[in-house]
């Protein structure tokens, strides 16, 4: 097996090597090109061997000629071509999380509902809160790259005393490729422009109203009329 005798990087999308032969490499010389593996996330590398012959010979006027072919699978081409694909893959969560606060009354799991909306496509997810707290688990992969934005709001269910907190939080998830054959995702809650880390709801409970209440009886006189 041959020894390593250059080596190049790419420059441009080109590489190239330099041989210097004189009357002294007179013969056949016999050379292989191949890319070097290496580990980066994502890349899959070229195996392709490439074999080059020099060919130096007297050109029967006092110099030398030089003949260069260059054969992959025993088939001639011009050049050296290496083509590596990089791929993405990979899948990351996001939680989004938030609380229920409920005053003027104990708050029982699942009695309020939240929503989390898609804005771009109006899909929506709903949960109930449970230990007054929520949360919704989204899924994302080399698929999702790019921004997407959600929206995160109460359902006013309609129950009797309960003033419902109308707060919208929005939500920005931004998937990207993280240049080692992964992703990177980033997400960013606001609730009127300013960042925050819970959407944080909070309900009141109120009693009024007002009622008769109509106390009767019966009265009779024994003898007499009444």
Known sequence: EGKTLLTETNKNGKFEFVLNFTQDDIGTHNYTIREIGGNKGGITYDKSVYNVTVTVSDNGEGG???????????????TAEFVNRYTVEGQEDVVIEGTKELIGKDLKDGDFTFILENI???????????NGTFSFVL?????????HNYKVYEVNGGLGGITYDTAVYNVVVTVSDNGNGGITVESVMTKDGVAVTSADFVNRYTVEGEEEVVIEGTKELVGKDL
């Open 120 to 130: 771009e496509t109006e899909e929506t997810i709903s949960k109930t809160n449970a």
């Open 64 to 78: 030398i000629e030089v003949v260069t072919t260059i054969t992959k699978d025993g088939v001639a081409t011009q």
């Open 139 to 147: 899924t994302f992969t080399q698929n999702d790259i790019g921004t």
